[in-house]
């Protein structure tokens, strides 16, 4: 995982002070390097009949959709509030500095349909969180969640609840 980290800039306090931004843009512009992390963050899904990738706005969206493409399975977005048109379902999650909401469509899953959780950074966990409850309530299987960047010192992975996988390929 070591090419693949060295090609995330740390960009510090941004997008202010104190926040250690990871940018993910050279990963992103690196062919190979891109290729690499995709296939790294489909080794551990490949054999569990992934059907659906469902990818968070917005860098969730780069990544997921690769993914998916690579196992073979449909993408479905996550997006913030008043983004898709209706008919969609949300919910409303806490952040550090107050409240978003994320929505799905509909119909974007079936009930039963297996489906991966995909993100570039975990931070505190609530984003990913509540995407999956998103997931459960259109009564899904979340068989995994898979993110680029587990910022391990923000402790968002016990916010994952369960025993469904977790997938971090690095861990700063």
């Known amino acids: ?24 843009s050279p990963l992103l512009a690196d062919a190979d ?4 992390c995709i296939e790294a963050l489909a080794d551990p899904w490949r054999q569990l009949g992934v059907q659906a990738v ?21 993408f479905v977005p996550v997006r913030k509030k008043g983004k898709l048109p209706p008919p969609v379902i949300g919910i ?19 009930a039963g349909e297996r489906v991966l959780i995909v993100d570039d950074v ?29 910022l391990a010192a923000l402790a968002g992975r016990p916010r994952w609840t369960g025993a469904t996988p977790l997938h971090a390929l690095i861990l700063s």
Request: hydrophobic fraction near 45%; glycine fraction near 16%.
């Open 1 to 24: 995982m070591q090419a693949i980290s060295d090609l995330i800039r740390d960009v510090p306090d941004f997008p202010r002070p104190g926040v250690l931004f990871k940018d993910i």
């Open 122 to 150: 975990l931070a505190t966990g609530g984003t990913l969180e509540a995407a999956r409850r998103l997931v459960d309530g259109l009564g899904a299987e979340v068989v995994g969640g898979s993110v680029v960047i587990e």
């Open 33 to 36: 390097g891109f290729a690499l």
């Open 54 to 74: 469902c990818g968070i706005e917005s860098r969730g969206f780069i990544f997921g959709a690769a993914l998916a493409r690579t196992l073979h399975a449909g």
């Open 92 to 110: 409303d999650y806490g952040l550090e500095y107050g409240v978003d909401r994320l929505e799905v469509g509909a119909s974007a899953l079936r």
